[in-house]
């Protein structure tokens, strides 16, 4: 098999002066020949797109820390070319191991990287699903399981709050319906009054802003109102809703779209036990662990699909969605089809 015209991907190029540069391109490398230094090549049939995808389109440094390079930090798809580990058309999951940072990412036609990036895709997954969840989902999952595993039985009654910020993203609708059935009295905080509806469809007990839990004194410790919380925003919304966790609780911070410093003071870890846990699923699990997830967003994926909102896009369209995320205007998730 040999790469033609049709074959393109969304490459971003990062000047000496600064200046970035992106847009499609043909992809520039055979297919047929990549696998000869171990790679193994994946016809790309979806990728999901992440905040770290929308940060690389725009040249980010801390992301892209190559260049040229084509975002996506994961993608499923079907293997290209057999080799001595998979058999060519078989259904599979490509992520991590700097897939979309130092490596070529999934917004392409192909995608070549090592084994140790590549999993089995559920059987009951089609590809465009499994990047409807894609790593917000792993993230999800995982951060959810460091509360459960946090916030003990002693600590948290069962009509306790607990608090997704950032709610009408990706992580933060699969965290609101992973918490939600769980069985917790989820709280959805979202600045956007369009996603009430859905975010209640996914187990909201409660829609609110930003503004509602903002305590305006300056008090390091206010009354306590949450057992757990997912914090997909990070900045100073990360600041106000730790001096709100109730004694022994938890949270679980993932994102930054609202800044990464974060200004904050010992007393709500050390007056009131909280934690304060980073979730990370590009480095976290290992291969072995990374399937078990899959296997249970698979499962997790029917209760769902008809509620969570989900935008096909070309490679023509990821530069202006990645605006749009960037400007946090996006609900639900982007998955892009190399067409």
């Known amino acids: ?80 070319t057999s080799d001595a580990s998979w058999a060519a058309g078989t259904p599979v999951l490509v992520t991590g191991n700097g897939m979309g940072e130092v490596r070529d990412g999934g917004f392409a036609s192909f995608v070549r990287m090592p084994a140790a990036a590549v999993l089995p895709r559920p059987a009951s997954l089609a590809a465009d699903a499994a990047m409807a969840l894609g790593t917000a989902g792993l993230t999800a999952l995982l951060a959810c399981d460091r509360l459960e595993a946090i916030v003990s039985p002693r600590h948290a009654k069962a009509d306790e709050a607990w608090l997704v910020t950032g709610a009408s ?33 996914l187990g909201a007990a409660e829609v609110v ?8 004194t300056s008090k390091t410790l206010v009354t306590g109102r949450w057992a757990g919380v997912v914090d997909t925003v990070g900045g100073p919304l990360l600041a106000e809703v730790l001096r709100a966790v109730r004694p022994g609780g938890g949270v679980a911070a993932i994102g930054m779209a609202g800044g990464a410093d974060l200004i904050t003071s010992v007393h709500p870890f050390i007056l009131r036990g909280v934690t304060l846990a980073g979730i990370d699923a590009a480095s976290l699990p290992t291969q072995a662990e990374r399937a078990l997830l899959w296997e249970r967003l698979a499962s997790f994926w029917p209760a769902i ?35």
């Open 209 to 216: 802003t930003p503004d509602a839990i903002r305590d305006p």
């Open 1 to 80: 098999m040999t790469t033609t015209t049709r074959e393109k991907c969304w490459r971003v190029r990062r000047m000496p002066d600064g200046t970035v540069t992106a847009g499609v391109e043909p992809l520039g490398w055979s297919a047929s020949a990549a696998g000869d230094d171990g790679d193994v090549v994946v016809r790309v049939e979806a990728a999901g797109f992440n905040y770290k995808d929308a940060l690389c389109s725009a040249g980010h440094p801390g992301v892209m820390r190559t260049s040229p390079l084509v975002p996506g930090i994961d993608a499923a798809g079907v293997v290209a």
């Open 169 to 201: 993203g990706g992580v933060g609708m699969l965290s609101v319906a992973a918490l939600a059935a769980a069985g917790h009295r989820v709280v959805a905080c979202s600045r956007k009054a369009s996603a009430t509806n859905v975010l209640r469809s």
């Open 305 to 339: 699909a008809g509620r969570f909102p989900v935008t096909r896009l070309r490679l023509d369209d990821v530069g202006d969605w990645a605006d749009h995320m960037r400007r946090g205007e996006t609900t639900g998730r982007g998955v892009v089809i190399p067409e």
